[in-house]
C-alpha cells in the first residue's frame, strides 16, 4: 500500500511546466497512473533508462506498472558509474530511441540514481529536440537533489557536467523503500548532499536533517535487519524519512522556482548558484581520481569543508561553525582518503570549472551555516585555498 501521508511536492515554473514529486514508501506502485496524468494523451511508448543493478532490483515493478495504465515499454541499460556518463553512452542511447520509434510525444524515464538521471534526461533534451522526460530516482542523493531542477548533463575529459541542458522532468517519482537495497556509501553521499543543502537553506532545515540522521544511524545500528524489514518501527522511520525528503525537495523547489537556469549575475543567497556549495571542489576530486574512488556525495563532503575553511580564512564565519558543519558531515559517514591527492592538480582543475566568469571561479562560500555567500575568485588569495584544500582533505571523518 502506497504511503498517502506524506504531502506532494510542487514546482512552480508556470502552468504549463510546473509540475509534481510524488514521494512515500510505495510510490513506484503508482508509477503508471502518475506517469499517464503527467504526461500527453497521446504517449504511448516509454523508454526506461536504467543500469543492471537497478533494473534487476526495480525494473520489473515499473514496468508492469507501466503497462498496466496502457503504455509500451522498453529499457536500455547504461553502465553503473560516473564515467558511464559521457557523449560515448549518450549516442548509444539515441541509438536505441531512434530503433524503437519513440515519438514526439512519447517519453524518457530515469529508473536510478544521479548519472542515470542526468544521462538520461540529456538524452531526452536532445532526441527529437526534446520528448518528455519522467524521474524516478532510486538514490538519497538523487531524491534530494539531482531528479529536482532540470539540469541534465554528461562529463567530458575536460570536466564534470561539460555538456547538458536545462529539460524538466514531468513528474519525479519518490518511493524511499528504493533505499533499503542502498549500499552504506550512497546512503553517505546523500546524507552529504542533505547536509549541504541544510548548510545554504537554512539552520531549521539543517537540523531537521542532522536530527533524524541520528535518529537513523541509531536506529540502523539496533535494527540490521532494517533494509528488508517491515515492521512498525521500518514503517515509522520510512514515514520520517519521506517528510525529510520532501522538506529537502521543498527547498529545492523554491530555488530552481525563482531562478531556473542559474542567472550569472545574481549572487543573492536565493540564486541557484548556492546550490553548488561544496561541488566546486567537489568535482575537482572526481575529475582528480577519474571518478573511480569518490562518490559524488563524497566529494562534496570534502568540498563542503573546503569552501568553509576559506570562509573562516576570510573572516565570513566563526570556526565554531566550521566544527559545526564538520560534525555534520562527520554524522553523514566516512569519507574516502583523500589527504594523498595532489593539491596542485585539484587547483588546476578548478580553472576548468563550468561556473568560471570572467576567468575566475564563483565560490560558494558561507556567511553563516544556513545562508551562502557567492564570492568571486578574484578576491579570494591562491594561498587561502591551497591550504583550505590541504585543511579539508586531511579532515578525519
Given at each position: 500500500?502506497?504511503?498517502?501521508?506524506?504531502?506532494?511536492?510542487?514546482?512552480?515554473?508556470?502552468?504549463?511546466?510546473?509540475?509534481?514529486?510524488?514521494?512515500?514508501?510505495?510510490?513506484?506502485?503508482?508509477?503508471?497512473?502518475?506517469?499517464?496524468?503527467?504526461?500527453?494523451?497521446?504517449a504511448?511508448?516509454?523508454?526506461?533508462?536504467?543500469?543492471?543493478?537497478?533494473?534487476?532490483?526495480?525494473?520489473?515493478?515499473?514496468?508492469?506498472?507501466?503497462?498496466?495504465a496502457?503504455?509500451?515499454?522498453?529499457?536500455?541499460?547504461?553502465?553503473?558509474g560516473?564515467?558511464?556518463?559521457?557523449?560515448?553512452?549518450?549516442?548509444?542511447?539515441?541509438?536505441?530511441?531512434?530503433?524503437?520509434?519513440?515519438?514526439?510525444?512519447?517519453?524518457?524515464?530515469?529508473?536510478g540514481?544521479?548519472?542515470?538521471?542526468d544521462?538520461?534526461?540529456?538524452?531526452?533534451?536532445?532526441?527529437?529536440?526534446?520528448?518528455?522526460?519522467?524521474?524516478?530516482?532510486?538514490?538519497?542523493?538523487?531524491?534530494?537533489?539531482?531528479?529536482?531542477?532540470g539540469?541534465?548533463?554528461?562529463?567530458?575529459?575536460?570536466?564534470?557536467?561539460?555538456?547538458?541542458?536545462?529539460?524538466?522532468?514531468?513528474?519525479?517519482?519518490?518511493?524511499?523503500?528504493?533505499l533499503?537495497?542502498?549500499?552504506?556509501?550512497?546512503?553517505?553521499?546523500?546524507?552529504?548532499?542533505?547536509?549541504?543543502?541544510?548548510?545554504?537553506?537554512?539552520?531549521?532545515?539543517?537540523?531537521?536533517?542532522?536530527?533524524?540522521?541520528?535518529?537513523?544511524?541509531?536506529?540502523?545500528?539496533?535494527?540490521?535487519?532494517?533494509?528488508?524489514?517491515?515492521?512498525?518501527?521500518?514503517?515509522?522511520?520510512?514515514?520520517?524519512?519521506?517528510?525529510?525528503?520532501?522538506?529537502?525537495?521543498?527547498?529545492?523547489?523554491?530555488?530552481?522556482?525563482?531562478?531556473?537556469?542559474?542567472?550569472?549575475?545574481?549572487?543573492?543567497?536565493?540564486?541557484?548558484?548556492?546550490?553548488?556549495?561544496?561541488?566546486?571542489?567537489?568535482?575537482?576530486?572526481?575529475?582528480?581520481?577519474?571518478?573511480?574512488?569518490?562518490?559524488?556525495?563524497?566529494a562534496?563532503?570534502?568540498?563542503?569543508?573546503?569552501a568553509?575553511?576559506?570562509?573562516?580564512r576570510?573572516?565570513?564565519?566563526?570556526?565554531?561553525?566550521?566544527?559545526?558543519?564538520?560534525?555534520?558531515?562527520?554524522?553523514?559517514?566516512?569519507?574516502?582518503?583523500?589527504?594523498?591527492?595532489?593539491?596542485?592538480?585539484?587547483?588546476?582543475?578548478?580553472?576548468?570549472d563550468?561556473?568560471?566568469?570572467?576567468?575566475?571561479?564563483?565560490?560558494?562560500?558561507?556567511?553563516?551555516?544556513?545562508?551562502?555567500?557567492i564570492v568571486s575568485?578574484?578576491?579570494?588569495?591562491?594561498?587561502?585555498?591551497?591550504?583550505?584544500?590541504?585543511?579539508?582533505?586531511?579532515?578525519?571523518?
Amino acid at each position: 500500500m502506497t504511503d498517502k501521508t506524506v504531502p506532494r511536492v510542487r514546482v512552480r515554473l508556470g502552468s504549463s511546466r510546473s509540475y509534481d514529486i510524488e514521494i512515500g514508501a510505495g510510490a513506484l506502485e503508482r508509477l503508471g497512473e502518475v506517469s499517464r496524468g503527467a504526461l500527453s494523451p497521446h504517449a504511448r511508448r516509454i523508454v526506461v533508462i536504467s543500469n543492471r543493478r537497478v533494473f534487476d532490483l526495480y525494473g520489473a515493478d515499473a514496468v508492469r506498472a507501466l503497462r498496466s495504465a496502457g503504455f509500451n515499454v522498453a529499457h536500455w541499460l547504461m553502465g553503473d558509474g560516473e564515467r558511464h556518463k559521457s557523449l560515448l553512452t549518450a549516442g548509444r542511447s539515441l541509438g536505441f530511441l531512434a530503433e524503437t520509434e519513440l515519438e514526439r510525444s512519447d517519453a524518457v524515464m530515469a529508473l536510478g540514481g544521479g548519472v542515470v538521471g542526468d544521462l538520461a534526461g540529456f538524452v531526452a533534451a536532445v532526441y527529437l529536440r526534446g520528448v518528455a522526460f519522467i524521474q524516478v530516482p532510486t538514490t538519497l542523493l538523487a531524491q534530494i537533489d539531482s531528479s529536482v531542477g532540470g539540469k541534465t548533463a554528461v562529463n567530458t575529459p575536460a570536466g564534470k557536467n561539460m555538456i547538458g541542458a536545462f529539460h524538466q522532468p514531468r513528474t519525479v517519482v519518490v518511493d524511499v523503500r528504493t533505499l533499503r537495497t542502498l549500499p552504506a556509501r550512497e546512503m553517505t553521499a546523500g546524507w552529504c548532499e542533505a547536509i549541504k543543502q541544510g548548510a545554504v537553506g537554512g539552520l531549521k532545515l539543517l537540523n531537521q536533517t542532522c536530527r533524524f540522521l541520528a535518529a537513523w544511524k541509531r536506529f540502523s545500528s539496533a535494527h540490521h535487519e532494517a533494509k528488508t524489514g517491515a515492521d512498525a518501527q521500518v514503517v515509522e522511520v520510512e514515514r520520517g524519512l519521506a517528510k525529510l525528503i520532501a522538506a529537502q525537495c521543498a527547498f529545492k523547489a523554491r530555488i530552481v522556482a525563482g531562478d531556473e537556469r542559474e542567472e550569472e549575475g545574481r549572487t543573492d543567497y536565493r540564486s541557484r548558484r548556492v546550490l553548488n556549495f561544496g561541488h566546486t571542489i567537489g568535482h575537482a576530486l572526481e575529475s582528480a581520481t577519474a571518478y573511480k574512488r569518490f562518490r559524488h556525495g563524497e566529494a562534496v563532503g570534502y568540498g563542503m569543508l573546503a569552501a568553509a575553511e576559506i570562509s573562516v580564512r576570510l573572516g565570513l564565519i566563526e570556526a565554531s561553525a566550521l566544527e559545526s558543519l564538520r560534525a555534520a558531515v562527520h554524522l553523514a559517514g566516512r569519507l574516502p582518503r583523500a589527504d594523498d591527492l595532489e593539491h596542485e592538480s585539484i587547483l588546476r582543475l578548478l580553472r576548468l570549472d563550468k561556473k568560471v566568469v570572467g576567468g575566475h571561479v564563483q565560490w560558494v562560500l558561507l556567511e553563516r551555516l544556513g545562508r551562502a555567500r557567492i564570492v568571486s575568485g578574484s578576491e579570494i588569495p591562491t594561498r587561502v585555498v591551497r591550504d583550505s584544500i590541504t585543511a579539508a582533505l586531511q579532515s578525519s571523518t
